[in-house]
């Protein structure tokens, strides 16, 4: 008999208070409660990672050595586990080879039709493929394009070696790779490029014979002389951009020009495989339909040879517009996806295939999703269900929520006051529910009453990236704008790309990561750790150095850090609890100091709002402190590595810091992200309180209690993709509801009744 339900007893992992649970099999449970609640400690760090450790403890040793290590959740029992399929909004990313076709496996399909249906026959369906050798266009290995060096961007001819000629971060005054050049002894480190002789220039940027002599380690070594040109193409260019790290792909992207290959015109393959056709096109032409028009093009293909295979592209097809991805095509490389279309992306995948008893686990799938278009999502929730699996699903979003056969409702409110359940049983039941989503769910917010009056507008003018329409559009300032539309209709194109290079002064607010420092924390990053430190020597008349994680008092054994981090190649690395100072990162001397009567570790280990109040009588700490109680993050502790943080933590963080500037312009991409329907009221609050005091904040945003808060929306539509790109609306929210044609007028209004 297989089990009924997912049976977790004495679940303890970070906020959990030993909770134990039943998770009905073969239904969908959507799982609620504030952010800091512990749904994601309950779903993927209890449920996910027990499923990933058990599924990996049946692997051999040679595999298993080879996949990333999971740690035994902290629970007292688990059982009744299904193998778990984790669909979150981790993007997709991956090299320039990758595409919404490969990735998808469409791209395979569309070869093998060409292979058996396309005319003249050319060959194996692997000769369709841009990845392999038969196939790619041989100029540019199948990437389309080339990355030359652009000499003009990177040398500046009015300047010497010793001003800085090479304008690149590697090649500044004084460093390695400065050094190679202005101690070759081939060049007057003084004379301009400008000045230099034909022979000067040959070996600055192609080299020349000989070795130079370099300071290594105390001692001296020589190097080869390696002219500008090669070099560069050895580092940077011949490397794929996952092999480098974010800094040295940026600084590359400064000096180098991209341009389609011009042999196959950016088509990737080479002549023979172009020269196939169906109906007219080839496959590359295939590739860069919209998925609305290519399932027109494959159906037109009448050949009796691959009905069979027609019917399945078709259908898959069909997934891809069922998920509001229509206006993607084939050819778009996934590392230009968004999270939301990320995800989406990954549930093609899953949808087509006949395995049953599987836990597919969704993080927030209506990320990114017009509410137009989420019951498209929630019926695919059901069929997954349908076919005999069971889903998992952690959502604040009112609509998915009401498609739960059984909701999990975690609480009653976050961190410390959190992990526990506080409602478990149907829909109809959190209606009545006693709890902040039971209470968010009776509740229907109106439109506001009253707008601001715009102070001056920016214009974004003639815009026509991507799918936008000649579009020019007022953005005014000194208010709240939102801008609404459909996922693919171009919001992030104008607001993103054209509003930013007509308007560079515009701070962005986003949900990438705030650092890749272990170190930093809510109180080092937000920067009031050094008053606290100085709070620390005061009272025990010592240094203000000792208190911090890069000092003498820092643990030793895990050098502040409270963890072991044991790194193990190609994988996630392992971290286990620093045995030395059980995690507390300081020595004991360190610890045997006190402010009113806590040690460091202690204050460290507070919350935002319990540190709120201990830090009462210092105003300047306590008023970043509530910024960040503001922004929804009061349950974040004053220690908890930034790197924990999710995308949308990490834009509210990044937001926290920013109250208390004047005339800036705000941008932000749907700040909702991991929001309760309850946090939504004292997001809001932050953010009109930026206006208020004489910022400009934009919005990308669908969810409605924002568009209802807003002062002006600008609505982009009707449809994604070609069928996008005008805008259907501007004007404030009350207006909103008497438009036509635009589905966010649509739902809107729906969602007033
Ligand atoms: P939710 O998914 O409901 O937003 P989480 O499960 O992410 O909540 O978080 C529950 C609590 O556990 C919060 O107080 C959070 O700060 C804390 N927490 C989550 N991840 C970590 C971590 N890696 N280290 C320390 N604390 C964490
Ligand atoms: P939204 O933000 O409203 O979801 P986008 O601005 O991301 O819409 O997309 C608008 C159109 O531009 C879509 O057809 C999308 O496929 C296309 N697009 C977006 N980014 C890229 C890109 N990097 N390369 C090619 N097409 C893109
Ligand atoms: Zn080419
Ligand atoms: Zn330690």
Redesign the pocket.
């Known amino acids: 008999m297989q089990p009924k339900y997912i049976t977790i007893l004495g679940a303890r992992e970070?906020?959990l208070k030993n909770l134990s649970v039943e998770v009905p099999k073969h239904e969908i449970t959507v799982f609620t409660?504030?952010?800091?609640?512990?749904?994601?400690?309950?779903v993927f760090?209890t449920i996910a990672a027990e499923s990933q450790r058990q599924l990996n403890e049946t692997f051999t040793a040679f595999v298993r050595n080879r996949l990333p290590k999971y740690g035994q959740p902290d629970a007292d029992t688990i059982e009744g586990l299904s193998t778990a399929i984790i669909i979150n909004q981790k993007r997709i990313g991956g090299n320039s080879r990758s595409t919404v076709g490969t990735i998808t496996d469409l791209y395979a399909l569309l070869r093998l039709l060409f292979s058996r249906a396309g005319e003249p026959y050319v060959g194996y369906s692997n000769s369709f493929s841009f990845n392999d050798p038969a196939g790619m266009c041989m100029d540019c290995e199948g990437l389309g394009r080339r990355v030359q060096l652009d000499l003009d961007k990177l040398l500046d001819k009015s300047r010497s070696l010793n001003e800085g000629a090479i304008d690149h971060p590697a090649f500044a005054v004084g460093g390695w790779f400065w050094k190679l050049y202005a101690n070759s002894g081939l060049f007057d480190n003084d004379k301009k490029l400008g000045d230099y002789t034909k022979k000067e220039w040959e070996a600055l940027l192609y080299g020349a014979e000989g070795s130079v002599p370099l300071e290594w380690q105390g001692g001296q070594i020589n190097s080869k002389y390696e002219g500008l040109v090669p070099k560069f193409d050895r580092l940077y260019i011949r490397k794929s951009p996952e092999e480098m790290s974010a800094k040295n792909r940026t600084a590359l992207e400064r000096v180098v020009s991209v341009s389609a290959c011009r042999t196959c015109n950016g088509l990737r393959l080479n002549k023979e495989v172009l020269a196939c056709q169906i109906n007219g096109r080839n496959i590359a032409e295939f590739s860069a339909l919209e998925i609305g028009d290519l399932m027109q093009a494959v159906r037109e293909v009448t050949s009796t040879r691959v009905t069979t295979l027609r019917d399945n592209l078709l259908e898959r097809l069909g997934h891809m517009v069922d998920l509001g991805l229509d206006y993607l095509t084939l050819s778009r490389e996934t590392s230009t996806l968004s999270g939301g279309e990320s995800q989406r992306i990954k549930m093609i995948r899953h949808l087509n295939s006949s395995l049953v008893e599987v836990a597919y686990i969704f993080d927030e799938p209506t990320i990114g999703l017009h509410p137009h278009d989420v019951y498209k999502l929630t019926s695919l929730m059901r069929q997954l269900r349908d076919k005999g699996n069971t889903v998992l699903v952690?959502e604040h979003d009112r609509d998915v929520i009401e498609i739960a056969d059984h909701v999990i409702d975690?609480g009653p409110k976050?961190?410390?006051h959190?992990?526990e359940i506080v409602y478990q049983g149907d829909i109809e039941g959190l209606y009545r529910a006693d709890t902040l989503t039971g209470a968010c769910m009776r509740k229907l917010l109106p439109i506001k009453e009253e707008f601001r009056q715009p102070t001056g507008h920016l214009t974004v003018a003639d815009a026509s990236m991507h799918n936008l329409k000649n579009v020019t559009v007022d953005i005014p300032t000194g208010v709240l704008t939102v801008v609404t539309g459909v996922a693919g209709s171009g919001k992030s194109t104008l607001i993103h790309k054209v509003f930013r290079e007509q308007h560079p002064s515009a701070v962005i607010i986003d949900q990438s990561a705030v650092t890749t420092n272990r170190r930093s924390n809510p109180a080092t990053y937000t920067g009031f750790m050094d008053e606290i430190r100085r709070l620390f020597a005061r009272a025990n008349k010592v240094s203000a150095s000792l208190f911090s994680f890069n000092s003498s008092g820092a643990c030793p054994a895990c050098q502040g850090e409270g963890v072991i981090y044991t790194d193990l190649a190609f994988m996630d690395p392992m971290i286990t609890l620093c045995e030395v100072c059980s995690g507390k990162r300081f020595t004991e001397e360190v610890l045997s100091y006190k402010l009113r009567g806590r040690d460091i570790s202690e204050v460290l280990a507070l919350?935002a709002t319990e540190a709120a109040d201990f830090f009462a009588r210092e105003p300047k700490i306590a008023e970043t402190l509530r910024s960040i109680v503001d922004v929804g993050l009061g349950?974040?502790?004053l220690g908890?590595p930034l790197n924990?943080l999710?995308g949308g933590e990490c834009q509210r963080i990044k937001l926290a810091t920013e109250l208390g500037k004047k005339g800036t312009v705000y941008v932000m991409d749907e700040p909702t992200t991991?929001l309760h329907m309850s946090d939504i009221d004292s997001l809001m609050a932050v953010i009109n309180h930026l206006v208020d005091t004489g910022n400009s904040v934009i919005v990308i945003e669908h969810n409605l209690d924002v568009v209802k808060n807003a002062d002006w929306v600008i609505d982009l539509g009707p449809r994604g993709g070609s069928s996008g790109g005008q805008i259907m609306f501007e004007g404030t929210p009350r207006a909103l509801l008497d438009a036509e044609n635009s589905l966010t007028a649509e739902c809107l209004r729906a969602s007033l009744n």
Do not use: F, H
Request: charged share 10%.
């Open positions: 970070n906020n409660g504030v952010s800091g609640s512990g749904k994601s400690s309950l760090d952690v975690l976050a961190g410390r959190g992990g919350s349950y974040l502790q908890q924990t999710s991991g």
